[in-house]
């Protein structure tokens, strides 16, 4: 903001000394006596009036400006905003990590007591023998109040183009009784294994099994002519494109 500029016009009163001059001058013309007579016949030699110096006139003291504004406090520098390089970028937490399904990996089946339904199904009706057998055992288990300590499993046979025989298996923690028709007590298959991660429908474990078919193909790999499948998602419960199932393959 402008300060205005203030200035003070200094006034003074000056007598000029040139009429101060001739007026004492004029007096002492006036006022001086006749010469004496005896002195009428020198001749009369007048000192010239010695005109007075005016008194110096003492200036009228220059008026000070008035005080002007104090100074307005300069604003404090804004501190600047740090640029976007200054800026450390606050630490984000890392995603976590997503690890890829497992596929091919190298097993070891456990053999496991289980209560086994036996079937045949072809290959248009699949999945819903499957869940029939699961169905039949599950059944024979609540009935007798005995809870599974392991997921349940399918464990195919024999295949051909027509259908397949199969073994649903339920691992339990005690023989059941009245077991039903095409039911019995066994255990599961165990030894080497490699493992792979099926999710999604069944009917898309086509391209799953076609992968598999790849990959022993490729590493010259020789399975038994057997696969296990591990329903790691209740199959009576789990929507059928939610399913998870462990894929393993026996070896020789």
Same mark, same amino acid.
């Given at each position: 903001?402008?300060?205005?500029?203030?200035?003070?016009? /200094?006034?003074? %009163? =000056?007598?000029? &000394? !040139?009429?101060?001059?001739? %007026?004492?001058?004029?007096?002492?013309?006036? /006022?001086?006596?006749? +010469?004496?007579?005896?002195?009428?016949?020198?001749?009369?030699?007048?000192?010239?009036?010695? &005109?007075?110096?005016?008194?110096?006139? /003492?200036?009228?003291? /220059?008026?000070?400006? *008035?005080?002007?504004?104090?100074?307005? *406090?300069?604003? *404090?520098? &804004?501190?600047? +905003?740090?640029?976007?390089? #200054?800026?450390?970028?606050?630490?984000?937490?890392? +995603?976590?990590?997503?690890?890829?399904?497992?596929?091919? #990996?190298?097993?070891?089946?456990?053999?496991?007591?289980?209560?086994?339904?036996?079937?045949?199904?072809?290959?248009?009706?699949?999945?819903?023998? !499957? @869940?029939?057998?699961?169905?039949?055992?599950?059944?024979?288990?609540?009935?007798?109040?005995?809870?599974?300590?392991?997921?349940?499993?399918?464990?195919?046979?024999?295949?051909?183009? &027509?259908?397949?025989?199969?073994?649903?298996?339920?691992?339990?923690?005690? #023989?059941?009784?009245? =077991?039903?028709?095409?039911?019995?007590? %066994?255990?599961?298959?165990?030894?080497?294994?490699?493992?792979?991660?099926?999710?999604?429908?069944?009917?898309?474990?086509?391209?799953?099994? #076609?992968?598999?078919?790849?990959?022993?193909?490729?590493?010259?790999?020789?399975?038994?002519?057997?696969?296990?499948?591990?329903?790691?998602?209740?199959? =009576?419960?789990?929507?059928?494109?939610? !399913?998870?199932?462990?894929?393993?393959?026996? @070896?020789?």
């Amino acid at each position: 903001m402008e300060r205005p500029c203030q200035f003070g016009l /200094t006034r003074v %009163g =000056l007598i000029p &000394a !040139l009429v101060l001059t001739l %007026g004492i001058a004029g007096a002492s013309a006036q /006022t001086a006596p006749d +010469a004496s007579k005896d002195a009428k016949d020198k001749p009369s030699v007048s000192a010239p009036a010695q &005109a007075t110096p005016a008194a110096p006139s /003492t200036p009228a003291p /220059t008026t000070p400006p *008035a005080a002007s504004e104090a100074p307005t *406090a300069a604003p *404090a520098p &804004a501190t600047p +905003a740090p640029s976007a390089a #200054e800026t450390p970028a606050a630490p984000t937490t890392p +995603a976590p990590v997503q690890t890829a399904d497992p596929f091919g #990996e190298e097993t070891t089946l456990e053999p496991k007591t289980v209560v086994i339904f036996k079937g045949k199904a072809n290959w248009d009706n699949a999945f819903d023998s !499957l @869940m029939d057998a699961f169905k039949s055992l599950t059944v024979l288990l609540d009935k007798q109040g005995i809870v599974p300590n392991g997921n349940p499993m399918i464990v195919y046979t024999s295949t051909d183009d &027509a259908g397949f025989t199969f073994q649903a298996q339920v691992p339990v923690p005690q #023989e059941p009784k009245n =077991l039903g028709k095409s039911m019995s007590i %066994g255990k599961s298959p165990d030894g080497k294994a490699l493992k792979f991660v099926h999710r999604g429908s069944y009917d898309n474990m086509d391209n799953t099994y #076609e992968a598999i078919t790849n990959f022993l193909d490729d590493k010259k790999l020789e399975a038994k002519d057997t696969f296990i499948e591990e329903y790691m998602t209740d199959p =009576l419960k789990t929507a059928e494109d939610k !399913l998870v199932i462990n894929v393993y393959v026996p @070896m020789k």
